[in-house]
């Protein structure tokens, strides 16, 4: 749930606040894979293991847009979060051991921000902000060697503008994201090993830039109808932060 308000403490300030909360739970079965030889089909081979996961994850937040003057407001926020994970695995086979992950998530997440408003049709803002992010438990049940992950956080400055001009709109954000035990599916090394594991990663950086442009035609046709023409281009450049063991890209994409 959700709740909007408006108050007027000296300045007017549009707090919004709210929770969610999610709880489910599920039960499998993981069977071994017969590989085909020489360009066969694979089948399914004998069973593995049982499998026995509950998640439990609960959010609160609250934000206030504070405006200061005609043409300037902040942004304050916090978010709290706590999640629980039980993860089980229990192995047909005797000689293998079971695993049995159960962990607590606690984390605080407060974000600060500044929009200056030059006029009424477009605006600058920026932003300062926290994420804590749980390890869901498909992650945690990949985990190298079934060891309990971290919670991933992160520190994220945002910068970008939006606005519109006639029948062009535009939104335009660059971001740079320092980031501590960032959860990720890798190869295990020495690389190349060819074993592939969850696990967190010691530091990472996500930069980019997400760019969002659009127009409305009139068109006229059948009175007031128009035609809306939408693009959208992202760039993302993800790396390790001094990784002796991975090197220092995790991927590129625009």
Request: proline residues 4%.
């Amino acid at each position: 749930f959700s709740h909007e308000l408006t108050a007027d403490l000296g300045v007017p300030n549009h707090i919004r606040w709210g929770a969610l909360a999610s709880s489910g739970t599920s039960d499998g079965q993981r069977f071994n894979v017969n590989f085909a030889q020489g360009g066969g089909t694979s089948n399914k081979g004998a069973l593995r293991s049982n499998t026995d996961d509950d998640a439990t994850t609960v959010e609160v937040f609250v934000h206030d847009q504070i405006e200061v003057t005609e043409q300037v407001d902040v942004a304050l926020g916090l978010q709290g979060v706590y999640a629980k994970r039980l993860t089980q695995e229990n192995f047909i086979n005797p000689a293998t051991t079971d695993t049995n992950v159960k962990e607590d998530y606690y984390g605080l997440s407060p974000k600060v921000g500044l929009i200056w408003k030059p006029s009424e049709h477009w605006q600058l803002f920026t932003n300062l902000s926290r994420s804590y992010e749980p390890p869901t438990n498909i992650e945690l049940e990949s985990a190298l060697n079934s060891a309990a992950l971290e919670a991933q956080k992160s520190t994220t400055f945002e910068v970008g503008t939006r606005g519109q001009k006639s029948i062009f709109a535009w939104d335009l954000s660059v971001y740079y994201a320092d980031i501590d035990d960032e959860i990720l599916f890798q190869e295990r090394p020495p690389i190349p090993s060819g074993q592939f594991d969850t696990d967190n990663a010691d530091k990472t950086v996500h930069k980019g830039i997400e760019l969002g442009l659009s127009a409305d035609v009139p068109l006229g046709i059948f009175g007031k109808d128009q035609l809306s023409i939408k693009s959208v281009y992202t760039y993302s450049d993800f790396s390790f932060k001094n990784d002796d063991s991975f090197g220092d890209k995790i991927g590129r994409a625009s």
